[in-house]
């Protein structure tokens, strides 16, 4: 890196900690396409990478203050703000997996399950419940586990922005798990 370079990083190190919001957008001129392939490269979904990019700025701005550019540069920060956010999302996307397996646990028959009448009440809860968490957060849920959407098919079909629709499913799944497994503990 040239002298000169080193001098331009360093001021616009300065200007972004000082709070100039044209800073910000130099720096996401100039490295936002690394922090999205940096997404993209790691979680496979182009939507992901996108929520990602905007994330790290976003965070870039609001802890501009732990920006040391005598410990490192600029994108050399913003790379370690990517990589916290796409472990973010691969944490995300297990609870995803683990809630989605707890509902299915819970409402799929198995060789073990209670005779058919036994199951009727989590049935019943499941249904009732699926019509108090309203709309969209119902619908969606339903998209997702009945009529087997990905969360990309939902957000185009709804007209939703992707993360509401990954939002709506994780909040709806965790409502559901916590009220069948009420059902199943209450003796009979």
Do not use: C
Request: glycine share 4%; aromatic share 4%.
């Amino acid at each position: 890196m040239s002298t000169g370079e080193q001098v331009h990083l360093d001021d616009l190190a300065a200007r972004l900690r000082a709070g100039s919001s044209e800073a910000l957008a130099e720096a996401y001129r100039e490295w936002s396409s690394l922090v999205h392939t940096l997404a993209m490269r790691s979680l496979g979904n182009h939507h992901d990478a996108e929520d990602v990019t905007q994330q790290v700025f976003v965070a870039a701005w609001r802890s501009r203050h732990t920006l040391r550019p005598e410990r490192g540069s600029v994108p050399g920060w913003l790379v370690g703000i990517t990589r916290h956010k796409v472990a973010d999302v691969h944490a995300k996307r297990a609870r995803s997996a683990r809630d989605a397996a707890a509902v299915a646990v819970n409402t799929l028959p198995d060789e073990h399950a209670p005779p058919p009448d036994d199951q009727l009440a989590a049935r019943l809860v499941l249904h009732d419940e699926l019509a108090r968490l309203g709309d969209p957060r119902a619908t969606v849920v339903r998209m997702a586990f009945l009529e087997d959407l990905t969360h990309e098919e939902i957000a185009r079909r709804l007209e939703l922005p992707l993360g509401t629709v990954k939002s709506h499913v994780r909040r709806g799944l965790l409502h559901l798990r916590t009220r069948l497994e009420e059902v199943n503990h209450v003796p009979s």
